[in-house]
């Protein structure tokens, strides 16, 4: 998988990243979080109607290696999962984690909590002092 840092997401330095698009966030995981945990087992994401808060744990994501939280970067309610990628959690590292691979959709409260979020050249220069 070639590591792609796509310029219009915001990064979490636990890995997530979000998209915005008006009071709707796009949550995943990024390319370098897959390629670190290897095959992926298991996903557990809150259920539609839920709120996620800001830097908490919103569900796990489980791989061979590990098991590691899920952390929200925005407070909202959850407006849609990727039911396709719950079934079949193995596909997230087939699949292109920032079109067809994310995880939940919120409808943010606050877009002004992402102001402390990575820029995609700042989670590249963090992800590169990791390898």
């Known amino acids: 998988m070639t590591l792609e840092f796509p310029a219009d997401l915001k990064y979490l330095e636990s890995h997530e990243y979000v998209r915005m698009d008006g009071e709707i966030a796009t949550i995943g995981i990024s390319a370098y979080a897959i390629e670190q945990l ?12 839920d709120l996620v808060e800001k830097e908490e744990s919103c569900g796990s994501v489980e791989s061979v290696k590990a098991v590691e939280d899920l952390k929200a970067p925005v407070t909202g309610t959850v407006i849609d999962r990727n039911e396709e990628i719950l079934q079949s959690p193995e596909h997230l590292s087939e699949e292109d984690p920032y079109i067809e691979g994310w995880l939940l959709k919120v409808r943010v409260k606050d877009p002004d909590e992402l102001g402390d979020v990575l820029s995609s050249d700042e989670y590249r220069e963090m992800v590169e002092g990791e390898v």
């Open 38 to 49: 290897g095959d992926i087992v298991f996903l557990e994401l809150p259920e539609v109607g």
